[in-house]
């Protein structure tokens, strides 16, 4: 382990045990956030310190979010340590701490709950809430091994095999076309456990791995802590955002490099607790990932009350990310259909809430439908969630076809990397901005599809004027000159032989169009850039 990765993981994750001997025969205990009133003194001076400590690409990619040189503040400072070592004497045993909620977990005898709570550094404590894994379980419907005889789209400039659909219905197929795979994009993967011997991953640049269950860098299947199915989650989904095996699954981000965090538990009768995921996003985070995935859902401790976007521990950390310049992709879940199905962080006011379609674009049934409690639409986009291509754990070149939120998350999670290493200037709130707006029906979103399918095509070329110039008598497409003008510019194209014009990425402003043609009429109008614009101009033949 290197050193930077080593003060990496000590500033996010603190594990100790500590058995206290009158507590430690007391069997009535439980899991708890403490959290703290403040984080010591000279916070001004540590804060400087930290950021010297601070990877340059999270420097970087802070800056844009924040747009201040200053990008390390009071959630980075660890928790104090003094404090630590004085609730030593009160707990069973260490399991996290976090810098963002300012809050150490731990397993705590439910007698000393209440002495903890009275101390005066402790401002308040709650359990750490909890995750039935069946929540966000998949469904396997069909599965299979490669054959070396992918089908070949004769649309597609690779070999897609069967999960060309998946991407073309999200316009990753354009991107990959345009030379945008990822690279230069890391993504923070969050899941059960990864099997990356599987031939799809023989191609994934994995820069990190930490199991923050076990507290090691192994995260794949170990028989002497994990169950059978422990990695089986995360490798399929993995898979369907990172893989590449040509003929059987190309996934949408495959040139991104990743950051692997072991962070659910799996198995019938065992519960995720979230404190694993809070310390696996601050990790990926510093550690300068661009975007997160993640198909987790707290519910066990929190009421519909609570999905506000702020109340929920897991929400709380998904909003400091994206503040930080992180954007996190969240599966909404498989408890729909009916409102108020989600889970905790899908509620969550920045990050990116993912719901589910089948091949035709119609909402998969168990996708979770929102609002939040407090009205905001939920989900944000959509994926293909339903016989959705992903890599089979336990083999080296088997594949399958899954149902669940937890594999549109991850292509959803492509989407935002492609339109990152598209454009390394934006701000993640112009990244979101572009991907809400250009979805499939961002002029009326709804709580069951949110703004509709996510595109990758049109977010990158966000915001832009498009459309068809045609006859209007035979609506056959005609070759073009267009003008786009503004006071200071004026941009000149000619549509193609089908009709088809496109303006990407424009400036905001008020715009006024010409179209030219020999034989034809003038055409005159205005727009008004954002949002995109789309739509057919006919012209007239003159007399």
């Known amino acids: 382990m290197t050193v930077l990765k080593s003060w990496l993981i000590a500033s996010v994750i603190l594990y100790v045990a500590c058995t206290i001997p009158d507590v430690s025969g007391d069997n009535n205990h439980g899991v708890y956030w403490i959290f703290l009133k403040d984080k010591g003194p000279d916070i001004e001076k540590r804060i400087l310190e930290f950021q010297n400590k601070l990877p340059e690409r999270t420097i970087t990619r802070r800056m844009k979010a924040l747009n201040n040189p200053i990008v390390a503040d009071f959630y980075d400072l660890p928790v104090y340590k003094k404090y630590v070592n004085i609730l030593q004497a009160y707990i069973i045993e260490f399991r996290e701490q976090s810098r963002w909620l300012n809050a150490i977990s731990a397993k705590v005898s ?3 709950l209440e002495a903890i709570e009275r101390l005066s550094f402790v401002t308040r404590t709650q359990p750490v809430s909890r995750s039935d894994y069946q929540l966000i379980q998949t469904e396997i419907v069909e599965s299979w091994t490669a054959n070396g005889y992918g089908y070949h789209h004769p ?10 659909d998946q991407l073309n219905q999200i316009g990753v197929i354009w991107a990959h076309e345009q030379g945008y795979h990822g690279e230069g994009i890391i993504i923070c993967f969050l ?15 994995i820069i990190a791995t930490y199991d923050f269950i076990n507290d090691d860098e192994f995260v794949g299947y170990d028989p002497s802590q994990d169950l059978e199915d422990q990695p089986r989650h995360g490798t399929g989904c993995l898979g369907t955002i990172g893989g590449y095996y040509p003929g059987e699954l190309i996934g949408p ?49 929190y009421t519909t009350d609570d999905l506000d976007g702020q109340t929920c521990v897991t929400t709380i950390a998904a909003n400091i990310a994206f503040r930080k310049g992180m954007i996190l992709c969240s599966s909404m879940g498989n408890s729909g ?25 119609k909402l998969a049934g168990f996708s979770s439908w929102g609002p939040t409690v407090d009205g905001r639409i939920k989900p944000d986009i959509c994926a293909r969630g339903v016989a959705t291509i992903a890599a089979s754990p336990y083999t080296t070149d088997g594949f399958g076809k899954w149902n669940g939120t937890s594999l549109s998350c991850p292509l959803a999670a492509g989407v935002v990397a492609l339109v990152t290493q598209a454009h390394p200037d934006w701000s993640p709130y112009r990244i979101k901005e572009a991907i809400l707006k250009t979805a499939s029906q961002a002029n009326r979103p709804d709580i069951r599809y949110g703004w509709g399918i996510v595109n990758a095509k049109d977010a990158i070329n966000y915001p832009s004027f498009s459309g068809y110039v045609i006859d209007n008598a035979t609506k056959k497409g005609l070759v073009a000159v267009i003008e786009l003008i503004t006071e200071k510019t004026e941009i ?21 169009v010409k179209v030219f043609k020999s034989g034809y009429k003038q055409f005159v109008t205005s727009i008004d850039i954002p949002p995109s614009e789309e739509f057919d101009i006919e012209l007239e033949k003159k007399e």
Request: hydrophobic residues 35%; aromatic residues 16%.
């Open 110 to 112: 439910k007698s000393q």
């Open 191 to 205: 899941d059960t456990g990864f099997l990356t011997y599987h031939h799809a991953f023989n191609h994934m640049n």
């Open 337 to 361: 259909p009916g409102k108020f199905t989600l889970g905790a962080p899908a509620d969550s006011r920045y990050s990116l809430a993912i719901g589910a379609v089948q091949w035709n674009g």
């Open 253 to 301: 981000a495959f040139g991104a490099s990743y950051i692997l965090c072991k962070t659910e538990v799996t198995g019938s009768e065992t519960a995720v607790e979230e404190d694993y995921y809070v310390a696996g996003l601050e990790w990926g985070e510093m550690m300068g990932a661009d975007v997160a995935s993640s198909s987790l859902s707290y519910y066990d401790w």
């Open 155 to 164: 649309d597609a400039g690779c070999d897609y095999g069967r999960s060309f």
């Open 492 to 512: 000149v194209i000619n549509s193609d032989s089908s009709g088809y014009f496109l303006f990407p990425n424009l400036s905001e402003g008020d715009y006024t």
